[in-house]
């Protein structure tokens, strides 16, 4: 498989063999911020990118935009991959969301394994509790200089990388994550539309490999995800926060390849 494209929008390919799909966070974030730290994962697979509706380089118009649209586009990733081979997921934050979703809808079937990095609570509640501890962690000088950018994707892009250091464990000297998108548009729409949801029902859906990352200092915590923890391997990365991946690379893609050497030898 060396391209694929779903309607609005064309997917990345890093690497060669089994397929790992992997759904970003946001919403409104697009895939970039991601690649660097997950190539590594590209040596023994092939990894694939792609940018959710109205993000990046998706072409979606922002009026289509919706949480229905953003799984639904999800849905057509998995399933155009496993026409040709068993895919996993590695989804990262909001991403986890659209996997709950996934399954609720019974796609379980066409997935080998799960790895769910800081995922987003199982209710909305939860998503909601994520986001106050975030604010909680941003000075108000920090805030007060982000009310002054000007809409725009060009300054989403730098309000993530201001608010990117309160994400990790150490602010004060955070590993620093490339974010050339973000939409708050894209978010207030998707969010406006995801709903009350409650996705707490999912636990006997879950493919037997199912691999949950959360920081020891995340705006997540293992409680977010309670209801399913016993289903799945739940491994706490030291020293880390929402982006462990890049706060400590070695730690996260060791962790990771140890999962997926079990879960890509058992699963077809």
Not at 14 to 43: A, C, E, F, K, Q
Not at 81 to 86: E, K, M, N, P, T
């Amino acid at each position: 498989m060396h391209q694929l494209k779903i309607a609005s929008t064309d997917a990345e390919i890093i690497g060669t063999g089994n397929p790992l799909l992997v759904l970003h966070g946001g919403p409104g974030l697009d895939s970039s911020y991601l690649v660097p730290w997950l190539r590594p994962l590209s040596r023994k697979r092939s990894l694939v990118f792609y940018d959710q509706i109205g993000c990046g380089r998706d072409t979606t118009p922002l009026e289509r935009v919706s949480a229905q649209a953003v799984i639904e586009q999800a849905e057509e990733f998995v399933h155009s991959i496993a026409a040709v081979s068993q895919p996993g997921i590695l989804a990262h934050s909001w991403g986890a969301y659209l996997v709950y979703e996934l399954l609720r809808r019974g796609t379980a079937n066409d997935l080998g394994f799960l790895i769910l990095v800081s995922p987003v609570g199982l209710t909305r509640g939860r998503f909601d509790a994520s986001g106050d501890r975030l604010l909680a962690r941003i000075p108000a000088s920090v805030i007060a200089a982000l009310e002054q950018l000007s809409p725009g994707h060009d300054s989403g892009a730098a309000m993530m990388r201001a608010l990117s250091p309160y994400y990790q464990a150490h602010p004060r000297q955070p590993a620093h994550l490339t974010f050339q998108y973000y939409s708050q548009a894209v978010y207030d729409r998707v969010l406006a539309t995801v709903g009350d949801y409650d996705c707490r029902d999912i636990a006997h859906r879950l493919p037997k490999y199912t691999l949950i990352l959360y920081g020891d200092s995340d705006i997540v915590v293992p409680s977010d995800t309670a209801e399913i923890n016993s289903q799945a391997s739940v491994h706490v990365l030291s020293d880390s926060g929402h982006l462990s991946f890049a706060e400590q690379p070695s730690q996260f893609t060791e962790t990771v390849e140890r999962f997926l050497t079990l879960a890509e030898s058992t699963t077809k």
